[in-house]
């Protein structure tokens, strides 16, 4: 990845793929990573022989990846970083856009081969955990801290007790 065309076999060499994968997490507002990690071109698989092989040059990425993610939250930070430059996409003209497409492009590439990989490999659960994963921080004592979940005093009224009750049970979606 980086500036240059990425042959499949470097992938698993990457130093960016190798820290999105890994068990720290990157915030989505690291520009200087995201802008690097995106800003590159991969020759997409045009069969399924291709597909294939791609597949296994990112198996043991993919299975870091699931290791990891739970407790790095990165998978919720592309998401948003997606997001985000999707929604600058819309603010752009179309001279100024054509990093923004090729990184939103490579964002939506990179979110695709995970969600695949993570509905062939686990369950329906499992997939909903690595969306809603929050990263997680140790503490210098050892304990272990979700980042993003402080406790928040909210009162509940009638009106939002449904509301919050969807929330709660997971029919958000």
């Known amino acids: 990845m980086g500036m240059n065309v990425s042959r499949q076999v470097d992938l698993a060499e990457n130093e ?19 802008n690097s990690f995106l800003q590159y071109h991969i020759n997409l698989p045009t069969n399924s022989q291709e597909q294939l092989s791609l597949d296994s040059r990112l198996e043991s990425l993919c299975q870091s990846f699931i290791a990891h993610n739970l407790s790095s939250g990165n998978f919720g930070s592309l998401v948003n ?5 999707v929604s600058e996409l819309l603010a752009l003209s179309d001279a100024e856009s054509t990093v923004h497409i090729w990184q939103a492009f490579n964002a939506l590439f990179i979110i695709r081969c995970l969600v695949k990989y993570m509905i062939e490999t686990g369950s329906e659960y499992q997939l909903l955990q690595h969306f809603e994963a929050l990263p997680v921080q140790s503490q210098d004592d050892g304990e272990v801290v979700e980042q993003g979940s402080e406790a928040v005093t909210v009162a509940v009224t009638g009106e ?8 709660i049970d997971g029919t958000k979606f």
Request: charged letters at 30%; a positive charge; zero cysteines.
């Open 81 to 85: 970083v997606f997001l985000v430059k």
């Open 160 to 167: 939002t007790r449904t509301a919050l009750a969807k929330l």
């Open 16 to 34: 960016y793929l190798k820290r999105f994968v890994g068990r720290d997490h990157v915030p989505a507002y690291n520009d200087d990573f995201w």
